[in-house]
């Protein structure tokens, strides 16, 4: 199958094209802003809307390019835009064009009002707590930041272990946007099958809050139609540095649906409909499942929307619908 000649359907009409790992925040000025990897891997795009839906039509503005050599200049992966503490942060992931798989976080941060025309500078590699010794030193990537109970926590992806390498996800509480001030903890690992098709995988978290809990949904296997969405939750109260506040499903909440034609679900993140009256979510997924050479450079990963619901005994539920956004 080839992208020409997919079956559409109702299920699976894309808010942007060609846009993976996309990242949606709704600011005080209500604005939504997005940002995503494109197809390239060479640069950080930013649009702005007062609508979920009017994304799709806005202007895209280039605030940052890769570096022509050394690090950040290579697989410009997964950046998110954050407002913390008066100012913007994007996090992201970058190679080096002479180790193009040394992937490591990075951090920009704008001072201004605007982050579409205001002035980024780099603030560098993220850096880990005094006395970490293992955070960051292999491949990292997929950093999300989240708030709980007034304190900030930073959730990444790193691959650990000898010959074929395991990526788990690990939690951290943040000094600054750009330090951790704790040593990693050890969030989850891909225990199941379904986490381990083609690679052992578990990447791409993104936090949502809930009638007193908080859900971490996150990316399983490898990119192609086996890539799934798993959830990790805890009770907002808890000790969320302590392994043993969080459970895991043991199933994924979102995978491939043959019949409505999406394919390799993932990397979203949340965001609230206009009126705050809907929790959504943003993710990306294919139309088609057969790829011709590396899933990771076919460009179709498009960017998908969905309300998330709620279960009587406040679980999500996540379940494909028409793109409906008026």
């Not at 990526?167 to 951790?180: D, G, R």
Request: contains cysteine; glycine residues 6%; hydrophobic residues 35%.
């Amino acid at each position: 199958m080839t992208y020409e000649n997919f079956k559409k359907t109702e299920y699976n009409q894309p808010l942007l094209e060609q846009r993976a790992d996309p990242y949606v925040y709704k600011h005080l000025d209500g604005y939504y802003y997005f940002t995503a990897s494109v197809p390239e891997y060479d640069k950080i795009i930013l649009r702005k809307s007062k609508s979920i839906k009017g994304l799709a039509e806005a202007d895209e503005v280039v605030i940052w390019k890769k570096h022509d050599s050394g690090d950040m200049s290579q697989n410009i992966w997964a950046p998110e835009i954050h407002f913390i503490a008066g100012a913007w942060y994007i996090y992201f992931a970058a190679g080096r064009s002479e180790q193009i798989w040394h992937i490591r976080p990075y951090v920009l941060e704008c001072k201004d009002s605007d982050p579409l025309t205001g002035e980024w500078r780099e603030l560098g590699k993220m850096q880990c707590a005094d006395g970490d010794e293992f955070s960051f030193r292999a491949f990292s990537l997929d950093a999300t930041v989240f708030e709980n109970e007034g304190t900030y926590y930073y959730i990444w992806a790193e691959k650990v272990g000898v010959g074929k390498m395991i990526s788990n996800l690990y939690i951290a509480e943040l000094e600054t946007p750009w330090k951790l001030k704790t040593i990693q903890v050890l969030l989850t690992t891909p225990d199941y099958d379904w986490e381990r098709v083609g690679y052992w995988v578990n990447e791409g978290p993104s936090a949502i809050k809930h009638d007193g809990k908080i859900f971490i949904t996150y990316s399983a296997s490898a990119t192609g139609a086996c890539y799934c969405i798993g959830l990790l939750y805890a009770d907002i109260n808890s000790d969320l540095l302590d392994p043993r506040s969080w459970t895991k499903l043991r199933k994924p909440v979102l995978e491939t649906d043959e019949e409505k034609g999406i394919y390799g679900p993932g990397h979203n993140s949340f965001t609230t409909s206009e009126d705050g009256s809907k929790d959504i979510m943003i993710y990306h997924a294919r139309q088609y499942d057969e790829i011709v050479g590396d899933s990771l450079f076919d460009p179709n990963r498009h960017t998908m929307v969905m309300e998330v619901k709620w279960s009587e005994n406040g679980m999500p539920i996540f379940d494909y619908q028409k793109l409906s956004l008026d």
